[in-house]
């Protein structure tokens, strides 16, 4: 009987960020329980000006998480019951699910070698009950929004931005959260910007996009006790807006130091039989994720676990072959490049905590399992 592997590199360690910023923490969620500021408050609201500069944009909207950031984007669009959303199906359910929220259609087109929507596919997936595309940004790498945006504008079109992985991306010298109409962000403990729990927010240059949210994200409340429209709970607390100020000080060093370390895997696994995804060198990717691409993906997984890597699926079935969205009738086959792209993908550990030498562990791993080229 074999036992499992001490874990030598982990795939994230959140305690270990909870103690390099725990003289930090403690002093804002003291100030929120001082308050009495629990739900929205002046913590959010700070905070909501904060993000808001930082994303180069008007407005933020604080949200309860990112599916509702989605949800209401998509509302505030105009995606009512009927129509179709084009996106992508390499991508966390969440993205389809708000689009099915607003009583609308996903229609799935493939991706590209990066693992983005291919924008060379959208425009034959245009009907006339199209309403808007919902791109996402995969693994923190920009999806090639210029060319998204003009065959919106060619087919009159809105654009919401999926940056739940992106946050302080780059397109073209543009942060991610300010390439569309609107963006919604997600604030789950693993992201690059994390809560201690869930959050999410909806960024816009547009003000009738910020104030439907606002009111949307309250029980449709302009002001108190005058709820113009039915709406929803989709608030922040108090707790995470704190939280995501102290966290949004450290971003910029974070986000540096996980291009550092995705350049190290780049470097160290060159001669090693995996597929890496190119990034465009005019742009910036976040890195929430560092993927490769490695064939019998599932026994090189078992393998790096027997030496005490962890690692993860991002994301092993892509939605059009979800039993969620089975009715949809799209069979297997019908998105090649998103189909072999779930059986490859493997996400290796990386975080601002891991070391290089951790790095150059995992690479002489897999150079081992998977081999040269």
């Known amino acids: 009987m074999t036992t499992a592997a001490a874990t030598v590199v982990p795939y994230f360690d959140l305690k270990a960020e909870y103690a390099s910023l725990r003289d930090e923490i403690l002093p804002a969620l003291d100030r929120v329980c001082r308050n009495a500021s ?4 002046e913590e959010v609201e700070r905070f909501e000006k904060q993000f808001a500069a930082y994303c180069e944009v008007k407005h933020c909207v604080a949200l309860n998480s990112g599916t509702s950031a989605l949800h209401l984007g998509l509302l505030a669009l105009g995606v009512q019951p009927g129509d179709e959303v ?17 009583g ?3 229609v799935f087109v493939d991706v590209d070698a990066a693992g983005n929507i291919d924008p060379g596919k959208i425009a034959r997936a245009v009907t006339r009950a199209t309403k808007a595309i919902l791109p996402v940004h995969l693994y923190g790498r920009p999806a090639d929004m210029d060319r998204i945006m003009e065959i919106a504008a060619h087919h009159k079109l809105r ?8 946050h302080g991306a780059r397109y073209r010298g543009r ?13 789950y403990p693993t992201k690059n910007l994390a809560a201690y729990g869930e959050g999410g927010a909806l960024t816009t240059n547009d003000d009738r996009i910020a104030e439907f949210a606002r009111a949307a994200r309250n029980h449709g409340q302009s002001h108190r006790y005058e709820h113009e429209f039915v709406g929803y709970n989709y608030r922040m607390d108090g707790f995470q807006g704190a939280v995501l100020q102290v966290k949004l000080s450290h971003l910029e060093e974070w986000n540096s130091r996980r ?9 160290s696994l060159a001669d090693v039989r995996v597929d890496i995804p190119l990034d465009d060198s005019r742009d ?3 890195y929430h994720l560092f993927v490769v691409y490695v064939n019998e993906r599932d026994c090189v997984r078992r393998l790096l676990a027997d030496r005490g890597i962890e690692t993860m699926i991002h994301y092993p079935r892509p939605l059009h072959l979800q039993p969620a969205y089975v009715t949809l009738g799209i069979p297997q086959g019908s998105l090649p490049q998103a189909e072999r792209a779930c059986e490859r993908v493997l996400s290796l550990p990386l975080f601002p905590g891991l070391q290089v030498e951790q790095v150059e562990f995992v690479a002489a791993a ?3 399992i998977a081999g040269r080229k």
């Open 104 to 106: 609308a259609r996903p």
């Open 366 to 368: 897999l150079r081992d």
């Open 86 to 102: 084009i996106t992508t199906p390499n991508t966390f359910l969440a993205t389809a699910e708000a689009i099915t929220y607003c």
């Open 159 to 166: 654009v919401l931005e999926d940056a739940a992985q992106a």
């Open 259 to 267: 291009r550092q370390l995705a350049a190290a895997y780049r470097q």
């Open 38 to 41: 629990f739900i929205l408050g």
């Open 175 to 187: 942060r991610a959260g300010s390439l569309s109409q609107a963006a919604a962000f997600s604030f």
């Open 284 to 286: 910036e990717c976040a």
